[in-house]
């Protein structure tokens, strides 16, 4: 069975104090992994696609990369509107979506 | 705009009467999907379609029914309705099928919250 597990659960982070969200998993025949946004309340904002190991994708302040067993998304120098939860999903063979619990991240000014 | 949109946004209703979810979506995208998000329990696919008159069960599709008759549209049925069913339910669309392909982009709904009495 796909698993996708996301650590730590609940991240606080000081405004300008970067941190590293892992999103690890044992998927049969990974088509891609993605990373998502969501705010209380919202649907998940589509962040990044990572679909071969080595690749890495940024956008303003995060980072994402992949290996064969793990993704990371780094966040540099956060500020408070980075403050959400933050969530990664695999894509396996099947075309079924496996998503992790998340990481609750606060970013405190 | 981009959008996937969903109606209704709040629902409440009572056990064994029948409703429908609708999501539309204006990307001409092949991949939809609906999802429930619960507390603990994170997001769980309930069913997915990789094209018109193409779908597929996910990790949780007992009490559920899907149709995908066109693209842009991918309603989410509810025959008989039961508590266990209250839930938020997503809906989202991607721009491929099958092979993730470079820049491929996922967009969600924003969400229908039911409440089942």
């Known amino acids: 069975e796909d698993q996708v597990t996301q650590s730590p659960e609940a991240l606080r982070l000081q405004e300008g104090e970067s941190s590293s969200l892992n999103c690890s998993y044992t998927?049969?025949?990974?088509?891609?992994l993605f990373w998502y946004r969501q705010d209380p309340g919202k649907g998940p904002e589509f962040l990044f696609t990572?679909?071969?190991a080595g690749e890495e994708k940024e956008k303003e302040r995060l980072k994402a990369t992949l290996t064969k067993k793990e993704s990371f998304l780094h966040i540099t120098a956060p500020k408070p509107e980075d403050s959400a939860t933050y969530l990664c999903a695999t894509k396996a063979a099947g075309n079924k979506l496996t998503f992790g619990g998340g990481t609750r991240v606060l970013v405190k000014p | 705009e981009a959008q996937v949109t969903q109606n209704p946004r709040y629902l409440i209703t009572v056990t064994g009467k029948k409703l429908t979810v609708t999501c539309s979506q204006n990307m001409n995208h092949e991949y939809m999907s609906w999802y429930r998000q619960d507390p603990g329990l994170g997001l769980r696919q309930i069913y997915y379609s990789m094209n018109v008159e193409v779908t597929d069960k996910g990790d949780v599709p007992e009490g559920y029914k899907v149709s995908r008759k066109e693209k842009r549209n991918f309603p989410l049925i509810l025959e008989s309705p039961s508590p266990n069913q209250t839930s938020l339910y997503f809906c989202?669309?991607?721009?491929?099928?099958?092979?993730?392909?470079?820049?491929?982009?996922?967009?969600f709904g924003p969400g229908t919250r039911l409440l089942v009495l």
């Open positions: 989202a669309s991607s721009s491929s099928a099958g092979e993730v392909a470079p820049g491929e982009t996922q967009y």
């Open positions: 990572l679909y071969s």
């Open positions: 998927v049969s025949g990974l088509r891609g």
